[in-house]
């Protein structure tokens, strides 16, 4: 799943937070942040492994200036960590460069049983 923001949706250019399901861990997501160039995705961070992506997650999205700044963790009780590199908190930040695009999205291509995904509500605010 991508979340999309300060995006063009014309050209498919802009910054996304991605979570995606991989095969380093069964219960777990990576999280990590791209840049789109006229539709073609490349990672702009380093993959960060962790357990918060379930029932009560909050990721907080921005960009100040051109930092783009993501932070994900859930109310839900701690899955037991296995794994050194499995994290119960997500925070990553890029820098990126300033452009005027506004728009936001997400981009979500499915799943369906045990790892359905639900969005429960979206708050999108601008500030100056």
């Known amino acids: 799943m991508d979340i999309y923001i300060k995006f063009n949706t014309k050209t498919l250019s802009g910054y996304a937070l991605r979570i995606i399901r991989t095969t380093k861990f069964d219960k777990a ?21 962790s357990t918060c992506f379930r029932a009560n997650c909050t990721i907080a999205l921005s960009v100040v200036g051109n930092l783009m700044k993501v ?5 839900a009780n701690p899955m037991e960590l296995s794994h050194p590199d499995l ?34 509500w979206m708050k999108i605010r601008w500030e100056d």
């Open 29 to 49: 997501v990576d999280f990590v942040l791209m840049k789109y160039d006229n539709g073609v995705a490349t990672p702009i961070s380093e993959p960060v492994s």
């Open 71 to 75: 932070h994900a963790e859930t109310t």
């Open 87 to 120: 994290k119960s908190v997500v925070d990553l930040q890029a820098n990126i460069a300033l452009n005027t695009f506004g728009g936001v999205g997400i981009q979500h291509t499915g799943s369906i049983g045990g790892s359905a995904i639900m969005l429960h």
